[in-house]
């Protein structure tokens, strides 16, 4: 997760990188914190004053704040040109408001992620809440916790984090980890003391891990505690506890789930007999851990992030033991299905491309077809959406070598190589489409789940950019369908994001407030990402989605847009100064525009780049823009990604030829 602000702790500020932004002195610090209590809202001046002296006001306290104010614009925007309007900490009537994006604050992230979280079965409500803990870095706008501004938040948000370790503590004992939930709860009621929730829960934690008298003496502990110090008597549900923990009651022991009863106990039967058979040093750990990270990765949020970081980890252990082929398989088992052509971490994907080409170049010559052609695969899927020409080759290289040794596991593999490597031009959609179909067919006759399941989201998006909406709904619910059974999360992530695309799609077209269903879609599927560990997806996609859907309609961009672009600036940059009126500037932005990279948004890319071009009349881009398009003339552009779309290919470039007749005769 990735914030630009942080009050979970002491205040912060990053960048897009994720760096520390260096927020000056104390009152600079206080003005930010005053503004997102109030939660992109206006703050008059004469308010701020008041708040930051709140004793005294100094005579001249607004000219001060205005010092603040603009030397946190400088920090907060420092690529804004001079004079040019700001767009994250803005003027507004008598005051100052900051219109930072929901996502931007941690705080906000976390409200969401805890409302969101009620909703979600146990094993997902688990990782939502865990992973929204993990950004508290201290108590809430720590160094305010004096100021009487900060007071009623500070334990709004104290208080709400309470609540989210109960809930995370409910939905581990929901998974049947019940030791792990005591664990955790007796050093929260230890600290929180008068919180009757906490109590019943540690309780009950105690009884499902079979301490039954562990768990009447915190009943009893809690009763006491609450009748001295407080003078009350328990709550009925926890005194209805007490009487269901003698009685043994039927619904207190653990129900049927994920990771829970006679699964959990097999699990941790199997894991312990591993550990006493297998020697620390046997090699075969290595692999072993790599099925282990495999079936972790299609987990999706921490569990792919940490698949990703411990995979680089089990290769660099490989090497270090100096045996190619251990190498070759400990690199090759990782087969994650990958549909999405933008990495999400280009340096360790860097990583393994090095470690499989010195991998295949240790292989003796002579057989080890199947390791060869599992690097070849790995090489090509990890050099994805680079120039890296190895890529296209490696791809070709295992696809044959797979075929030859009629090897189903090892086809799908390949063949998914071959998808990602299938963007080097424009209207490639029917070549993908052909792909997903022999994946579908393969995977469905040997029990290659994942990859049948990858199989339908190729095919929906092959089928959402030609337009055939029926067929792609016909592959999202098998998709659904698969993962459902299987436990397969992120598939909800692409199918909820192709739903948005649909009606974005198929929806009204006209009028600005007609946007408004799409946009609410777009923004429902945003927040699916939240924590789903796929940065290389996440990042500037609801700004891109949401300028592709005016872009679309042929409305102007957002002009105070804000949000976090992502890789996607270049491209959106010449249609925001446009929709600013800063023609000038958005001509001078677009000849600095690079050529999209060649992948699954790069006809929605060329389009916008088409608009823009058109807008400001440069000749040489729609010649290119024409040039690159064509080849996708029958499709929706950017629909192929599943995700969104501009409108169709032939609209762009039908404008593109009638402004280049019109220059030809003006010339």
Known sequence: MRFLFGVLGPVAAWDGAGDAIALKGPRHRAVLARLIVARRRVVPVRRLAEDLWPEEPPADA??????????????????????????????????????????????????????????????????????????????????????????????????????????????????????????????????????????????????????????????????????????????????????????????????????????????????????????????????????????????GGSGLQTARHHRVAAVAAAEELGDAELTARVIGAYDVPAIWTRLDDPEQAARVVAAAERALSALPPDGHDAPRARLLATIALESRGTRAARGPQAARRAEEIARRLDDPALLAFALN????????????????????????????????????????????????????????????????RLAERHELPLVGVFTQWYAALRLAATGPTAEQAEVGAPEAAYRDAAARLDGAGMPGLERGLLPLALLCLRARHGLPAQADEHGDWGPYEPWARPLVLLAQNRRPEAAAALRETPDPPRDLLFEALWCLTARAALAVGDRETMERAHRELAPAAAELAGAGSGLLTVGPVSTYLAELATALRATERRG
């Not at 619904?251 to 007999?273: K, N």
């Not at 029990?447 to 190729?458: A, D, M, N």
């Not at 337009?467 to 619910?477: I, K, L, V």
């Open 62 to 299: 607004v000219g001060a704040i205005r010092t603040f104010v603009a030397a946190l614009r400088r920090t907060l925007e420092p690529e804004r040109p001079p004079r040019a309007p700001a767009r994250l900490l803005v003027t507004e009537g008598p005051g100052y408001a900051l219109r930072a994006d929901p996502g931007a604050v941690d705080a906000w992230s976390f409200e969401r992620a805890v409302t969101a979280a009620a909703a979600l079965p146990p094993e997902d409500a688990f990782a939502r809440l865990d992973e929204a803990l993990e950004w508290w870095r201290g108590p809430a706008y720590a160094e305010f916790a004096d100021e009487p501004w900060a007071r009623a938040e500070r334990s709004r948000l104290a208080e709400l984090r309470l609540h989210a370790v109960e809930r995370r503590a409910e939905a581990r004992l929901a998974l049947g980890l019940a030791a792990e939930a005591a664990a955790d709860l007796d050093s929260h009621v230890a600290e929180h003391p008068w919180r009757e929730d906490a109590w019943r829960l540690l309780a009950l934690a105690l009884y499902r891990s079979g301490r039954q008298g562990d768990a009447l003496a915190v009943l009893r502990r809690a009763r006491t505690l609450l009748a001295e110090q407080l003078g009350v008597d328990p709550g009925p549900r926890l005194r209805g506890l007490e009487a269901d923990i003698l009685g043994h009651a039927d619904h207190l022991a653990p129900g049927p789930g994920p990771g829970s009863g006679a699964a959990d106990r097999v699990w941790a039967r199997t894991a312990a007999a591993y550990d006493r058979t297998v020697p620390s040093g046997a090699r075969a750990r290595l692999e072993s851990t790599v099925g282990l990270l495999r079936s972790l990765a299609v987990t």
């Open 417 to 480: 190589a071959t998808f990602m490597q299938t963007f080097h031009r424009a209207g490639l959609a029917p070549r993908r489409d052909a792909i997903g179909a022999e994946l579908i067919a393969l995977s469905a006759r040997h029990g290659l789940t994942t990859f049948e399941v990858l199989g339908h989201l190729i095919r929906l998006q092959a089928r959402a950019a030609l337009a055939d909406f029926t067929g792609a709904d016909r592959h999202a619910s098998a998709a659904d």
